[in-house]
């Protein structure tokens, strides 16, 4: 590419946390459209990242996507997570008290996250990960 050349369109990538009181799973990166099969990679790699505490008796929460809410990722959740999955029609949607991770962690990462003005995917990556180590238990515990 020339140098006075810039792409159609900007690089981008997706990510997913999980939150707990404890701590935060994740970041799980996704560069994809979140179709079911890709919401469900997503949601293994969250899976493969609890403990055996904590498997058993957390709860699982997800907004109303198609991909979220189809009847094969529905099956795949309640599979591992069984009646503790707070979904379409159970909960109001976009209530402070049940969405931590969209009323608190991604306001508080994005100013951290693109203070050093990142130019490149990876470093944007690498200043999401670094940022996420950086929130302590107490603040969790705050937060919820």
């Not at 799980?28 to 505490?53: G, R, S």
Request: one cysteine or more.
């Amino acid at each position: 590419m020339k140098r006075n050349e810039e792409p159609l369109h900007p690089e981008k990538t997706g990510v997913w946390c999980g939150m707990s009181r404890r701590r935060i799973i994740g970041p799980i990166f996704f560069d994809a459209t979140v179709t079911t099969a890709a919401y469900m990679e997503i949601f293994n790699a969250f899976v493969n990242q609890l403990d055996d505490e904590e498997l058993p008796i957390g709860y699982f929460q997800q907004d109303v996507a198609t991909s979220h809410t189809s009847h094969a990722s529905v099956a795949e959740i309640q599979s591992f997570i069984g009646d503790r999955v707070i979904s379409k029609g159970l909960w109001p949607p976009r209530s402070p008290d049940l969405t931590p991770p969209d009323y608190f962690l991604w306001g508080y990462l994005k100013g951290r996250v693109y203070r050093n003005k990142p130019r490149t995917v990876d470093a944007l990556k690498a200043n999401i990960t670094k940022e996420i180590q950086t929130v302590t238990a107490d603040v969790l515990a705050r937060t919820f």
